[in-house]
């Protein structure tokens, strides 16, 4: 019913800034709230950022506050995932995913896009 497929991973010094996106497809009305998650080699899955239909309600981890800003396009079809004053520790594979209620986790996800790895140098 959903289809996710993210872009704009790769590899970029630590300081440096990424934009990522999630394009959106099928039943856009079940894409309320979506985020971003992410996951290292050995670690859990961690909620990254939220957003609810507007992007007036979002989350954001501590880890990323101020650094980071989600925000959904006008259309409701593509959700962004700003990255700024990156970290090595922000090295991991981003996941866009829809959830079906708020706040989103992983525990309360319907779909998972297929990942963008991001590499951050030092």
């Known amino acids: 019913q959903v289809q996710l497929v993210e872009s704009g991973g790769g590899l970029v010094q630590a300081g440096g800034s990424l934009r990522l996106s999630c394009a959106v497809s099928g039943i856009t009305s079940s894409t309320d709230p979506m985020g971003w998650f992410r996951q290292a080699p050995g670690k859990d899955r961690e909620l990254v950022a939220g957003i609810g239909w507007t992007n007036f309600r979002t989350y954001y981890a501590e880890s990323v506050k101020g650094r980071f800003t989600i925000s959904r396009d006008n259309a409701n079809n593509i959700v962004y995932l700003q990255m700024n004053s990156l970290k090595p520790e922000d090295t991991a594979v981003y996941y866009c995913?829809?959830?079906?209620?708020?706040?989103?986790?992983?525990?309360?996800?319907?779909?998972w896009g297929q990942g963008t790895q991001v590499t951050v140098s030092s």
């Open positions: 995913a829809a959830g079906n209620r708020w706040p989103i986790s992983t525990g309360n996800v319907d779909y």
